[in-house]
């Protein structure tokens, strides 16, 4: 079993509508979860970080965490074309807090 | 501005030479970090250093060297024992273990 589990995708919804990226981790004590964005051929940058069971919204961006279910998701609502990219999950390990990432979905929001 | 450099962007090498990147920060971040990053795939820990003088090992340190000299800076060398060191490599900072890192553009190494 991975340490995070995330299907490849491609996820593909039409612009405006709501796109919803799941992520599984295998560390139940994991503490800390984290979502990059990777546009092709770039380095991937950070945009939502969670910490406590719940939702945290930025803008259009919601992470959600359940951790009993051992599970974050990232909602993007309005997806704009400029939303397509790939959307790694990294789960901090518990023991050390080196960061253990997902491989990945390819989300493409088409105009 | 502040941020992560990396050189070279592309590098080809020819099999049995060894090659070394550069990974340079002015982020003032105690810890750095290498990751590769194969197609279609996430990104794997090569090696990190938390502070000046001290790195560890990552999940794939193997055929692979680093140093950390001075704060700002974490070069890596891929050894021609790395069996297949044809990937996109990633360099990266963070403040002490908060898990939020910031991401140089990479170097994209092609064996030859």
């Known amino acids: 079993q991975k340490e995070v589990e995330q299907n490849s995708g491609p996820l593909s919804v039409p612009e405006g509508a709501i796109a919803s990226l799941n992520c599984t981790y295998s560390?139940?004590?994991?503490?800390?979860f984290f979502w990059y964005r990777q546009y092709s051929g770039k380095s991937p940058e950070l945009i939502m970080s969670i910490y406590s069971n719940g939702d945290k919204e930025d803008g259009r961006f919601t992470a959600q965490l359940n951790k009993a279910s051992q599970y974050v998701s990232l909602l993007i609502r309005d997806s704009q074309p400029s939303d397509s990219a790939t959307y790694l999950c990294a789960v901090a390990r518990s023991n050390t807090g080196k960061l253990i990432f997902g491989q990945g979905t390819t989300l493409q929001v088409k105009p | 501005d502040g941020g992560i450099t990396q050189s070279p962007k592309y590098l080809f090498r020819k099999e049995g030479q060894n090659v070394t990147l550069s990974c340079e920060q002015n982020?003032?971040?105690?810890?750095m970090y290498w990751y590769r990053q194969d197609p279609g795939q996430g990104l794997r820990l090569i090696y990190y250093?938390?502070?000046?003088?001290?790195?560890q090992k990552g999940d794939i340190a193997e055929g692979y060297s680093v140093s950390r000299e001075k704060k700002e800076s974490f070069p890596l060398t891929v050894t021609s024992a790395q069996k297949n060191p044809t990937a996109f490599y990633l360099c990266a900072s963070s403040m002490q273990n908060t898990g939020e890192l910031f991401f140089g553009e990479g170097s994209r190494l092609t064996v030859l």
């Open positions: 560390d139940r004590v994991s503490q800390s």
């Open positions: 982020l003032n971040h105690d810890a």
């Open positions: 250093s938390q502070i000046v003088n001290d790195f």
